[in-house]
């Protein structure tokens, strides 16, 4: 489902004007700007290092996660 969507998506917008081109680029930048403000700095090193820790540690659990796979596969 998710690839079929992203398929009709890249078809539209390779038949984007290049204005419109350019104007798509400006929104997802500025979503992807307002999604990192979201998230305090914090928590993001707090999560960079707990994955770091398990990363060396393999046989650790995340809290927040079953294991680095699941945060991979929820968070590409």
Known sequence: MMNATAK???H?????TPELLETLAKVV???EIQ???SVPQFQIDEVLYRIQFHQEN??????FY???SDL?????
């Open 35 to 37: 999604n990192r403000l």
């Open 58 to 63: 393999p046989k650790t659990k995340l809290d």
């Open 29 to 31: 930048e500025n979503l």
């Open 66 to 68: 079953e294991n680095i």
């Open 12 to 16: 539209k917008i390779e038949n984007f």
């Open 8 to 10: 009709i998506l890249v």
């Open 72 to 76: 991979k596969m929820n968070c590409a």
